[in-house]
């Protein structure tokens, strides 16, 4: 099993910054395929942020293109989401995930394994 444990989360102002991290406690992210993060708002259905596969280029769903950049760091079994110029409605819970059953892109909700999330907060 995979466990994902994120990071990062907490309250900033419109316009601010924060970094998500989410370290894969049991298992080289490497082999963990397609890896990703999504949201969901209070209300609203979880959607896709970002995506990046084990090997080949990363993909950014398109509220998040030119502010949100998705990375992982393989020595330290971790995966990142570095998000700037931040909105009010970029509010939700951001999970992350490990290894899609579909293919690797923002629209795919489809993985095995998820993270508890973290509480990202936008005033």
């Known amino acids: 099993d995979v466990q994902l444990v994120e990071s990062g989360g907490g309250s900033v102002q419109a316009g601010g910054s924060l970094n998500l991290s989410c370290t894969a406690a049991?298992?080289?992210?490497?082999?963990?395929?397609?890896m990703g993060w999504f949201r969901q708002a209070t209300g609203r259905e979880r959607e896709g942020v970002a995506v990046?596969?084990?090997?080949?280029?990363?993909a950014v769903a398109d509220f998040a293109k030119c502010r949100f950049t998705i990375s992982k760091d393989n020595d330290k079994n971790t995966l990142y989401l570095n998000m700037d110029s931040l909105k009010p409605n970029d509010t939700a819970i951001y999970f992350c995930?490990?290894?899609?059953?579909?293919?690797?892109?923002?629209?795919?909700?489809?993985?095995?394994?998820w993270g508890q999330g973290t509480q990202v907060t936008v005033s």
């Open positions: 995930a490990a290894v899609s059953t579909g293919p690797c892109v923002p629209g795919n909700n489809r993985f095995r394994y």
């Open positions: 049991s298992r080289n992210t490497y082999q963990s395929g397609c």
């Open positions: 990046i596969p084990s090997l080949g280029r990363s």
